[in-house]
Structures are given as C-alpha cells and as structure tokens.
C-alpha cells in the first residue's frame, strides 16, 4: 500500500540526491510505493536544518549568563551600580480592612506624615479624614474631589474635577480659600516646597501646564505652558535647587523636562526619548509616573501596552549643550509587570519608600487583578505577589513610612475595600 510522501520524505529524498546516493533513493521510493519529488524546506535542506538544531542546542546550554545591562553605556552602569540595589525585606504583606465607615468608591488619598492622618475622597462628593482606625471627621464637597494634597503643616488642597483647588484646614477641613487653577478637568496636580515657596503644579484637560504659588492661605499662578497634545501623568521633584516637573502625554513616547528658573517661570529643558527604537512608530504611551529623588533622580514610568503593563525607568540627569532637545538612550530597565490592563486602565505604580538606604530597591505596581506586584529593579523580575486583598481592579494607593519608621500601604478598591498592609 502507496503512503503519502511527506517533508520529511522529499528532504531525505533531497539529502540521497545531493550526495550521490542514486540506488538508495530508488530502493527508498520503493519501499515508499510513491514517486518522491525530492525538495527542500523553505530552501533549506536537511543538512543545513540539523545544522541548525546543533547549533541552536549549543547555545541555549553555554553556562554563560546574558547580562541585559551590558550594553548600556557606562553613565547608565554606574546609576545602576550606585542607586540600585535589591528588594529589600521585610516588606508590607498581611492586610487588614482599615475603615468600616466609608461606603464610596475612593478616587483619592494621601498621607499626612505630621498628624497621621489619612485622607479619602469617593464618587459621591466626599472626603473624609481617618485616625488609626476612626473617621474623624467628613464633609460633602460641590463637586466630586479628584484627588488630596497634603501641604505644609496643617493644611490640604482638595482637587475638585471642575478645574478648582480648594485649600481646607487639616483635622476640620475648614475653608481657607479656593481657585480655580483650570477651566476644565484636572488630570493630577503635585505639592512641593522648594526654597522657602510653596509650589502647586497643576496639569489639566485644557492642555495646560500651570505653576501656582501657596502663600499665607492664598493661590496666585505664577506661570503656565500650553501643550501641544494630551499630557497623561507627571511628577516633580527638587534636582540641582530647580523644581523640575517631568511629564508624559498620550500617544508620544517622550518625557518633557521642564524646570522652575529664578523667575517662578516655567521652562521646557529638553525631552527624554521611552523609545530606543526612535524612527518606528510609538505603540505605547506613559500613562504613570513617579519620581525617587536619588542624588540623580530615577523617572519610572508605568506605560499603555497590552496586555501586560511594562515599566520603563530613565534617570533625569543635568542636560548637556551637546545632547540636543531630545535624550536618547536613557533607558536603564524596560521591565514587563505581568500586570494585566486594556486601553481603558489607568496604571498605578510606586517607587517602594527605603530612601534611608539611599538606593532603589524596587517598584510597587498596582493590578487590574487586585494583585499588587513588586519589581526587584535589579534582577529585573516580579518578586512578590500580594494575591490576599482585593477582588478586582486596584483603584488607589499611597504608602508611608510610619513612626516606628515601617513601611506601610493603603490600597483601595473597586470592591470598595480600603485595606492597610503591613
């Protein structure tokens, strides 16, 4: 009975016939019952496919490890040498519910390191203020607060989604004064003092970058920039005694770099390049990002891709004359998350809080799964997975060091859970 002739028939075929093996080949097609057309695979032949196979095996077993940092040039090798170092332990794993007396999906949060305070905002136009365990106090805002600002000692900045920054007393959350810093949305506003001042920066759906001095309980803008697309996220931090403010937009894979002069006056510097392969199209877009403020500032940026978020970690290093309006090849690490997200996520991501170590020691990374991840930077690789607190989506998150000088989360969720890790 004839048998169908297959590739592998036509390429021993092939091989008998290239090395003059004529009776071989004709007992071969004998024993076969068919007539094979001898023919290579793709053009090779099977000779060159076992060579292959040889060599491959050969190279997959070389006890030799591939370093990914090797090639990166040496100003990147000594950032990583000097301000990286690995996930350091103990860290906050077990969780506990924080507060039963808050039924709002939260939006916002922050810590306030002088009291220990904590404070929420949720959908319905709330905020609350939380001692240990206890709302101590709570208020009904007009309108909806994206977000809250602790600032200086005693006061906080409500960020309403109507473009208005309202300044309230700590504990009591009494009115101070308002502004209204943008005509539509804001996208995400940051504190700092630097020099004595005050600062707000303000990044709003107008596509306004603005600058706004706090001085004895009153707002005043001091400066703005108008973007020429979308801005998703940024952050700020003091480098070199400027306030410099990096920021990421939508569809574009560069950082602007823009710094406070002795003006109070808003100033591009240049930008830093999130995508080494410069002259392809983006794919992704900055879509998080948060600032350590090392003795050269680490930028790690939680990015758009699919289905897994990545992070992206570029230092902010002093801008040469030489370097041109774009840095290139500033890449330290581009790190896969294994956080799942879509178009529609909005990643969260968190240097982890050991600045008394003086190094880098990873990255908190929050889940569309409910499953917080922690990046060791150095090995570049989730080390930890916190599975035991959410169901779903991770919506917001803070982490403090506390008075006995531990490191601590508060995470909240879209099952409306606001759980303490310890």
């Given at each position: 009975m004839s048998k169908q002739t297959t590739h592998i028939h036509k390429l021993i075929a092939d091989y008998l016939k290239e090395n003059?093996?004529?009776?071989?080949?004709?007992?071969?097609?004998?024993?076969?019952?068919n007539r094979i057309h001898p023919s290579k695979l793709l053009d090779e032949s099977l000779h060159d496919i076992i060579t292959d196979r040889l060599q491959y095996n050969t190279l997959i077993h070389q006890t030799e490890t591939i370093n990914v940092n090797d090639e990166l040039n040496d100003d990147l090798k000594t950032i990583i040498r000097?301000?990286?170092?690995?996930?350091?332990?103990?860290?906050?794993?077990t969780p506990s519910k924080l507060v039963n007396d808050i039924h709002g999906l939260v939006i916002g949060s922050c810590y306030s390191p002088?009291?220990?305070m904590v404070y929420f905002s949720t959908n319905d136009s709330k905020v609350y203020v939380v001692k240990g365990n206890d709302v101590v106090n709570?208020?009904?805002?007009?309108?909806?607060?994206?977000?809250?600002?602790?600032?200086?000692?005693s006061d906080v900045i409500l960020v309403g989604m109507n473009g208005t920054l309202y300044l309230r007393h700590e504990e009591s959350l009494v009115e101070v004064s308002d502004f209204q810093a943008h005509r539509?949305?804001?996208?995400?506003?940051?504190?700092?003092?630097?020099?004595g001042?005050?600062?707000?920066?303000?990044?709003?759906y107008d596509f306004y970058v603005r600058l706004i001095e706090l001085e004895n309980g009153k707002f005043r803008l001091l400066s703005e920039i108008k973007l020429q697309q979308q801005g998703s996220c940024f952050d700020v931090t003091e480098y070199q005694n400027q306030v410099i403010i990096v920021l990421g937009k939508l569809e574009n894979t560069l950082l602007d770099v823009i710094s406070v002069n002795g003006n109070d006056e808003l100033v591009p510097l240049y930008k830093i390049s999130l995508n080494d392969a410069e002259f392809t199209a983006s794919g992704f877009s900055p879509r998080s990002l948060t600032i350590q403020?090392?003795?050269?500032?680490?930028v790690a940026v939680g990015t758009s891709h699919e289905p897994y978020m990545r992070v992206i970690i570029v230092p902010l290093q002093e801008q040469n004359t030489t370097d041109g309006p774009i840095k290139r090849n500033q890449i330290i690490k581009n790190l896969n998350t294994?956080?799942?997200?879509?178009?529609?996520?909005?990643?969260?991501?968190?240097?982890?809080?050991c600045k008394q170590q003086g190094k880098a020691s990873g990255v908190w990374v929050m889940g569309d799964d409910g499953i917080i991840r922690g990046l060791d930077i150095k090995e570049d690789k989730v080390v930890v997975e916190l599975k035991n607190g959410h169901e779903g989506k991770i919506k917001d998150f803070i982490s403090y060091i506390d008075d006995e000088n531990g490191e601590k989360l508060i995470t909240c969720g879209l099952d409306r859970e606001i759980l303490e890790w310890k």
């Open positions: 003059n093996y004529p009776e071989t080949l004709k007992q071969f097609e004998i024993e076969h019952g000097d301000e990286f170092t690995n996930w350091i332990t103990p860290y906050p794993n002088t009291t220990g709570s208020i009904k805002m007009p309108v909806v607060i994206k977000n809250v600002l602790c600032v200086g000692d539509r949305l804001i996208v995400d506003a940051k504190y700092i003092k630097s020099k001042k005050e600062y707000i920066v303000s990044l709003g403020s090392l003795d050269i500032p680490l294994m956080s799942p997200q879509d178009r529609y996520s909005q990643p969260i991501i968190s240097w982890r809080l």
